[in-house]
């Protein structure tokens, strides 16, 4: 799988918006999908988002379903997760995942094969 680097973090106010980039440098021939995960401090890494990268089938979480929208671009081998109305609880690391294969439905961190260095994004009050 190739190595994936995420970007588009920052700080934001809140009720701001943000689209975060994961671009995979290598060739992509055996992605199944690609995910986007969230790590806030002293917390598990959730699931917010994945896309199946054949048929571009997407599915949320349903905390995140009415803010984010995940999409890709298969020519530049690119998934983007854009974030709209951003809370202070939004406030994380965020990881871009790939899978090769439909293991654990998507919404499980076993589903993900690699992962990038993660993205920090910070919301303000």
């Known amino acids: 799988q190739a190595p994936l680097v995420e970007s588009g973090g920052g700080l934001v106010q809140a009720g701001a918006s943000l689209r975060l980039s994961c671009a995979a440098s290598?060739?992509?021939?055996?992605?199944?999908?690609m995910g986007w995960f969230r790590q806030a401090p002293g917390k598990e890494r959730e699931f917010v988002a994945a896309v199946k990268w054949r048929d571009d089938t997407t599915y949320y979480a349903d905390s995140w379903k009415d803010r984010v929208t995940i999409s890709r671009d298969n020519a530049k081998n690119t998934v983007y997760l854009q974030m709209n109305s951003l809370k202070p609880e939004d406030t994380g690391v965020y990881y871009c995942?790939?899978?090769?294969?439909?293991?654990?439905?998507?919404?499980?961190?076993?589903?993900?094969?690699?992962w990038g260095q993660g993205t920090q994004v910070t919301v303000s009050s």
């Open positions: 995942a790939a899978g090769s294969g439909p293991r654990y439905g998507g919404k499980s961190r076993a589903s993900y094969d690699t």
């Open positions: 290598g060739r992509t021939f055996n992605t199944y999908r």
